[in-house]
């Protein structure tokens, strides 16, 4: 079956960086679309960044200039760096895939339109 298993979260400082791992199995993850999401207490999911199997990134306004999403072909993992983390940054992040294919790129910060998900990463930043 599918698994997609994160890792790397943890306890930082604000300016302080982290990289997460998402390692996948089952699923040919070359043909995925992959997505980072995240959801802080009392607030909906959140979408962060996705990559398309070429490479190609699509980021949230929020991030953009901070995060960056890479994945590894041969090493069926998705990657999220985090840097100049804020505060505001601290929520379960999780990773997510999905086979459809979209050229408008902006359908990719759907939830719904993914079928296999992680369990997250917690991610906290103390100010």
């Known amino acids: 079956q599918v698994q997609l298993v994160e890792s790397g979260g943890g306890l930082v400082q604000a300016g302080d960086s982290l990289r997460l791992s998402c390692a996948a199995s089952?699923?040919?993850?070359?043909?995925?679309?992959m997505g980072w999401f995240r959801q802080a207490p009392g607030k909906e999911r959140e979408f962060v960044a996705a990559i398309r199997p070429n490479g190609a990134t699509y980021s949230a306004t929020s991030v953009k200039g901070r995060f960056t999403i890479s994945r590894d072909n041969a090493k069926n993992t998705v990657y999220l760096q985090m840097n100049s983390l804020k505060p505001e940054d601290t929520a379960v992040y999780c990773c997510a895939a999905t086979s459809a294919y979209y050229s408008d790129s902006v359908y990719y910060t759907q939830p719904r339109l993914y079928g296999y998900w992680g369990q997250g990463t917690q991610v906290t930043v103390s100010s």
């Open positions: 089952g699923l040919t993850f070359s043909n995925y679309v």
